[in-house]
């Protein structure tokens, strides 16, 4: 597929929905997931996610006045923050992080509202027949925050920066396929791109939050100039950073706000306190608990339905889970609606043990896994685990971890299986033993199918946490990025996600997909919901404006 503009210098997203995602760290997942955890929150309903079921609204208002204001400052608050604070826009561990460096830089692509890779900085991408070498052109005028023109040069620096073999950085996994070293620029503006292998999911591996384009030569942990909405004027980890309007922003007319202030909260309830006192304007990555002190406090909230993920995760190379039967029974004794109800209070979106829902290629008719306690007991007692004792290692990861182990520990004695669980500091789950716990939790922010098969279960993954390695499912893998054909792509990602359904290819259990919640006052209008599960908005502030 061409991946081009219909008209140059014009942006094909909407030009109220640019918006670039958050981040994982290549060096360890630990930071990557403190990232990720911004699932906090709720989404109304507790669906089953279906071809058609992808944002209903939840307990949330948005303004739809149709003439936003410019000027003014928007005070923002969020929690996660801390004396470790950064603006890397390469490796950056957590949501505070990712709210500063949305504000500050852009990719060549982003994921739209809707979850769906789209152009941004690029104004092309076009594969040859076989996806093995890309053209890759950036739209015309873009300019950095100090003026310097945005050109090919800064891309192929940014991308030798994150595939350097000595320091890898946050994206390197996604570049693999990629010969960085071999990339030509063939104008200001061009580059072409050749390929070990063929890599049809290239354009959209750029979306996924590790790729925002620094200035060529300069440093990524110091560099704070960026071609985003807004320029950088303070920052003190932990406390607080502040960012002034892009007058020459590429996406016109874009933003409203003068200002943007950014403080670090310790807590929800110091932040929902903030807001209803008037010290805040909009605060993000909520519990479901505080929607009723927003409310009563006069204030308003934004639910956010997302594709990210916590899943229970099983090594298969290990006993109990190195026979398929035992992963079957596990996932059977999830009561999913009632896990839902008993940790979101009733919200959320049913998973079936896939990732990426929001992909095109998502298989919508696989059957909804539901409990069946005496299937799970015969599988068991085939098994030989009639009786099965296993220790679920938990931590406070993202919004209803710790909850939900502890929910899937009652479900499972139903079927005669004892769960321990193991509650653990998260500096501790991504310590040195992360990606070799037997049995644990996890989280993951939203990706587009290909991506995160990329990354979690073909052979070789780096976040390969269950330690799958099926042969057919990495066929299937390489085959669909060979393959240009959409309608062909679809049948064998299909493939892929049979195995992983099937637990030929997975050792995931996917009760739920996690969403966002935001609070706002009155006078903020122009926050829109993020299918990403990134916070306010999908970390969007370009759009927001106040009266």
């Not at 807004?230 to 002034?244: I, L, M």
């Not at 190195?322 to 940790?343: G, H, K, S």
């Not at 706002?520 to 999908?538: A, E, M, Q, W």
Request: proline content about 7%; hydrophobic content about 35%; charged content about 20%.
């Amino acid at each position: 597929m061409n991946y081009k503009d219909q008209e140059a210098g014009t942006s094909a997203l909407p030009q109220a929905d640019v918006s670039p995602s958050s981040g994982k760290s290549i060096y360890t997942r630990r930071d990557v997931l403190k990232g990720a955890a911004m699932g906090a929150g709720l989404f109304a309903g507790a669906k089953v996610l279906g071809p058609r079921n992808r944002a209903a609204a939840g307990p949330s208002s948005r303004s739809t006045s149709a003439t936003p204001k410019r000027g003014g400052v928007l005070r923002v608050g969020m929690t996660s923050g801390g004396a470790d604070d950064t603006i890397d826009p390469l490796v950056w561990p957590t949501n505070m992080d990712g709210l500063r460096v949305f504000q500050l830089y852009d990719s060549l692509t982003a994921l739209d509202k809707q979850a769906q890779p789209q152009l941004a900085l690029a104004e092309e991408f076009t594969p040859n027949a076989n996806a093995t070498e890309w053209t890759v052109r950036l739209r015309e005028g873009v300019t950095f925050h100090d003026g310097k023109p945005l050109t090919i040069d800064d891309v192929i620096y940014t991308y030798k920066l994150v595939a350097n073999p000595k320091n890898p950085l946050t994206g390197f996994v996604l570049l693999g396929p990629v010969d960085v070293a071999n990339i030509k620029k063939l104008d200001s503006r061009t580059m072409r791109v050749p390929c070990h292998s063929p890599y049809e999911s290239f354009f959209a591996s750029q979306a996924c939050y590790q790729f925002f384009i620094i200035p060529e030569g300069s440093n990524p942990e110091t560099v704070r100039v960026g071609t985003g909405p807004f320029k950088f004027e303070s920052f003190t980890p932990g406390e607080q950073s502040t960012f002034t309007r892009n007058d020459n922003y590429w996406q016109t007319g874009l933003p409203y706000v003068d200002k943007v202030v950014i403080s670090d909260y310790a807590d929800d309830t110091s932040q929902v306190n903030g807001l209803i006192s008037g010290q805040l304007d909009l605060i993000g990555a909520l519990l479901g608990d505080d929607i009723p002190a927003i409310k009563t406090g006069g204030c308003d909230v934004l639910v956010e339905n997302g594709g990210a993920y916590g899943p229970f995760t099983m090594r298969v190379d290990q006993p109990p889970f190195d026979d398929i039967r035992v992963r079957q029974a596990m996932r059977l004794v999830v009561d999913r609606p009632e896990m839902l109800d008993l940790v979101f209070g009733g919200y959320g979106l049913i998973g079936n043990d896939l990732f990426a829902p929001f992909d095109p290629s998502y298989d919508h008719a696989l059957p909804q896994r539901h409990a069946d306690i005496e299937q799970a007991k015969f599988l068991l007692k085939q098994a030989g685990h009639e009786h099965l004792t296993v220790t679920l290692v938990t931590s406070d990861i993202g919004a209803g971890s710790i909850k939900a182990a502890q929910v899937f520990a009652e479900q499972a004695s139903a079927a005669g299986v004892t769960v321990n669980l193991q509650q653990v500091p998260v500096s501790t789950l991504y310590g040195p033993n992360y990606l070799k716990w037997t049995f644990a939790q996890d989280v993951w922010t939203y990706y587009p199918y290909l991506p995160n098969a990329q990354e979690t279960f073909i052979k070789g993954a780096v976040f390969n946490e269950c330690h799958v390695n099926n042969a057919k499912y990495t066929r299937l893998f390489n085959e669909a990025n060979a393959t240009v054909n959409d309608g062909l792509r679809t049948e064998l990602i299909h493939e892929m996600q049979t195995l992983e359904y099937n637990g030929e290819a997975s050792g995931y259990i996917v009760p739920y997909f996690i969403p966002s919640i935001d609070g706002f006052t009155k006078h903020v209008h122009g926050l829109t919901p993020s299918d990403t599960s990134n916070p306010l908005g999908g970390f969007d502030l370009s759009n927001v404006w106040m009266d």
